[in-house]
């Protein structure tokens, strides 16, 4: 990316993080993604090539580092101290969104692979069960599919094939539904109540279910928005 030439901070930082895919990058980063895979599957869209080409920008920048794996073949991005401050940045981006160009989601904007990924990134560790638990998402819609995720303290997996463990707890529901609770537009227990989310399995695990995310960081900035603005 060229810069401007300029002698402005905004010019500056524009130079940095204002490229097409670049501020949804480091979204990914700062949600915890670090292998490339990882944060590619977080972007729907973007090709390969153009992600290594920002990542590569990123870390000419100074915004990332490049970490070759102790373990294994390969390398992770990790964010330096100037990359993690562009967190708060991002918080207020998405922040002045909400607050002057708030929509409600639309089907094509909800990719059910990526929603349950988001929400993977989401987890509240302390919260979930000790043992394995699996949840299958049935999403219905124009283009009905199920997806699993793997639920363990060290570590939490999405799949699109099953994951050859038994099933603990099926949430069905649509996308765009989901994504409703998961943006703070409306709650889980609201979601319920309407059957736009249905939850079987044990009584103890679907009780508890709710409180293993943490849903998205910009929910409580559309329930404040949404409150201001609703009659």
Avoid at 2 to 29: F, G
Wanted: hydrophobic share 40%; proline share 8%.
């Amino acid at each position: 990316m060229r810069d401007y030439v300029q002698y402005c901070p905004v010019a500056l930082a524009s130079s940095v993080i204002a490229e097409r895919w670049t501020p949804l990058i480091v979204r990914e980063l700062v949600l915890g993604g670090r292998r490339f895979n990882d944060i590619d599957r977080g972007l729907p869209g973007i090709s390969r090539s153009l992600l290594k080409q920002r990542l590569d920008h990123l870390e000419r920048k100074g915004v990332v580092t490049r970490v070759e794996l102790t373990h294994g073949r390969g390398h992770e991005y990790l964010l330096t101290p100037a990359g993690r401050d562009l967190e708060a940045v991002l918080m207020a981006v998405g922040e002045w969104a909400v607050k002057w160009m708030f929509s409600e989601p639309e089907p094509a904007q909800v990719d059910p692979v990526t929603l349950t990924w988001w929400m993977s990134r989401r987890i509240v560790t302390d919260a979930v069960p000790e043992d394995r638990t699996v949840i299958e998402f049935d999403y219905g819609g124009a283009d009905p599919t199920r997806i699993w995720m793997v639920l363990e303290r060290r570590e939490t997996s999405v799949c699109t094939d099953p994951p050859g463990f038994d099933v603990d707890v099926v949430v069905t529901t649509e996308p765009v539904k989901l994504m409703q609770v998961f943006s703070g537009i409306t709650t889980y227990r609201d979601a319920l109540a309407k059957a736009d989310i249905s939850v079987a399995g044990p009584p103890r695990l679907t009780r508890a279910l709710p409180h293993w995310f943490a849903w998205s960081p910009f929910a409580p900035a559309v329930r404040t928005h949404l409150a201001r603005t609703t009659p």
